[in-house]
């Protein structure tokens, strides 16, 4: 079964040039070690989520994502608490959605929101989300699959699936 380092690798790895597909740059990116961006790479391309060169089967990632994810990396929403928007509230849900429901966010004393708890996909995926935009979005659409309500899933599913055509 493929971990939630092997998922946050995965994403990381579907937004990155081929110099940030090197084992030293995804580990420092992604704020792990460098034996465990390894690990979560072989088993990546043991599960057929990676091709040989390090490219993401983005079609298979995709189904996993909106097939899988809801219930293999299932969180709930936790007690209020300051951090980084996430989910619907983050981009690109947050500019499509007019919603009056709280703000998700990961745990962070450096964020500028407020609201219930979401335990991100991996603990240091706030920081990793600040410097790659495009990872940020990736997590924060994981999490609408994860803890959305029907509309925020289909928006999800749709997003996720125009930026992995590529």
């Given at each position: 079964m493929l971990t939630e380092l092997d998922l946050y690798v995965c994403l990381k790895l579907a937004t990155s040039t081929e110099a940030q597909r090197r084992y030293e740059a995804l580990a420092s990116e992604l704020d792990i070690g460098l034996g465990s961006a390894h690990r979560a790479v072989d088993h990546l391309t043991a599960a057929?989520?990676?091709r040989p060169n390090r490219k993401?089967?983005?079609r298979a990632l995709l189904g996993v994502l909106v097939h899988a994810a809801r219930y293999v990396y299932f969180t709930k929403p936790g007690e209020i608490t300051r951090g980084m928007?996430?989910?619907q509230a983050a981009p690109p849900l947050s500019g499509l959605l007019t919603t009056t429901a709280e703000t998700p966010v990961w745990p962070d004393p450096t964020g500028d929101a407020r609201g219930p708890t979401v335990t991100p996909l991996h603990r240091h995926a706030p920081e990793a989300a600040r410097r790659d935009p495009k990872l940020y979005e990736l997590l924060a659409l994981l999490d609408a699959l994860r803890i959305g309500q029907t509309r925020e899933v289909e928006l999800a599913e749709r997003e996720?699936?125009?930026r992995l055509a590529g």
């Open positions: 057929g989520l990676l993401v089967n983005r928007p996430t989910a996720l699936e125009t």
